[in-house]
């Protein structure tokens, strides 16, 4: 554990501290094309200390103190039991529920620490499934794999994945499920490039903020919704002087945000499996046509995969003109 240096210890800058009781007072003015922030920290004396900063600092502020709270949570007296990962005893009870009684089938699971502490979760058939059909995947893997109940997936949780099996072209069967070999493909390297795009975002905010790949990254990724991150992006743009470049970085963003958008609607909407294709249907509220079905080919998820790409490279090549 990392040794923390004693009150005596600290320069004599810190020498005169002020306790903070709580952040007490903020406000956002944009001035000339330039956003500051000002705002004020209480101190337990009741007096304000006011300060302000521009949006780049105001960043390299946040990380800072996110990596302070990190720190903290780590070398406070109770880390040890605030521990991510937590051992657990090899007992765990696997048991049918109903919610509500409703008659919607839901799976429990309990885990048992060895301190005697239960964790209990709930989660649906078909994602039991999929767990169940994962273990025993890599239980297979083991140099000496273990002997395991080999009970159907559909007669074990008195369920079927919903749909019909393909009938044309290549088939990969998983989890009771016959599938397009050749959408499989194309949704795994779809994948990978919005994998890369992060990565590319991520550049772009290190050059536009003025910090290390590190801090950027956590930044990026303190929020998981991606039209915040790329505001985040274009509120950085005050610091680009060149107006051409900032037309191309704000393309190149657009870009983004569509292919992220159309990302969106394929992979968290309504999925129904028919023979040789399968649909998406996703609920768009803002829209006269409140739903909106789609077919997806290996095609059109190639032609995705392909805009995340375009929209990468031109991302790339203005954060390395910075």
Avoid at 119 to 128: E, K, Q, S, W, Y
Avoid at 201 to 228: D, E, H
Wanted: charged fraction near 20%.
């Amino acid at each position: 554990m990392m040794e923390l240096p004693s009150t005596e210890q600290l320069p004599e800058e810190f020498s005169k501290s002020v306790p903070i009781q709580r952040f007490h007072r903020f406000a956002m003015v944009r001035d000339k094309g330039v956003t500051r922030v000002h705002f004020g920290l209480l101190g337990t004396d009741n007096v304000n200390n006011y300060f302000v900063a521009d949006l780049s600092a105001m960043n390299t502020i946040a990380l800072e103190f996110q990596s302070l709270a990190a720190n903290a949570n780590q070398t406070a007296p109770t880390a040890e039991v605030q521990g991510i990962q937590i051992a657990f005893d090899t007992v765990m009870a696997f048991a049918g529920n109903y919610l509500g009684g409703d008659g919607i089938a839901a799976c429990e699971f309990r885990f048992i620490s060895p301190t005697g502490n239960q964790f209990v979760t709930i989660i649906g058939p078909n994602l039991a499934a999929e767990l169940a059909g994962s273990l025993a995947e890599a239980l297979a893997a083991l140099p000496q794999p273990p002997v395991v109940n080999r009970t159907k997936i559909s007669e074990a949780f008195n369920v079927n994945v919903p749909g019909e099996p393909h009938s044309s072209g290549e088939i990969s069967t998983y989890f009771g499920q016959d599938y397009d070999t050749a959408i499989l493909k194309a949704l795994g390297v779809l994948v990978v490039r919005a994998n890369l795009l992060e990565k590319s975002m991520i550049r772009l905010l290190a050059k536009l903020a003025g910090i290390s790949q590190k801090k950027a990254s956590s930044l990026f990724y303190s929020t998981v919704n991606m039209g915040a991150r790329i505001d985040m992006i274009r509120s950085l743009m005050d610091s680009v002087p060149d107006e051409d470049k900032k037309i191309r970085i704000n393309k190149a963003l657009d870009k983004t945000r569509a292919a992220t958008g159309r990302r969106n609607s394929l992979i968290h909407g309504d999925w129904e499996f028919k023979r040789g294709k399968f649909e998406v249907s996703s609920f768009e509220p803002n829209k006269k046509e409140k739903r909106k079905v789609q077919t997806v080919t290996h095609k059109s998820v190639e032609l995705l995969a392909s805009d995340y790409r375009v929209a990468g490279m031109l991302l790339e090549a203005e954060a390395h003109g910075l």
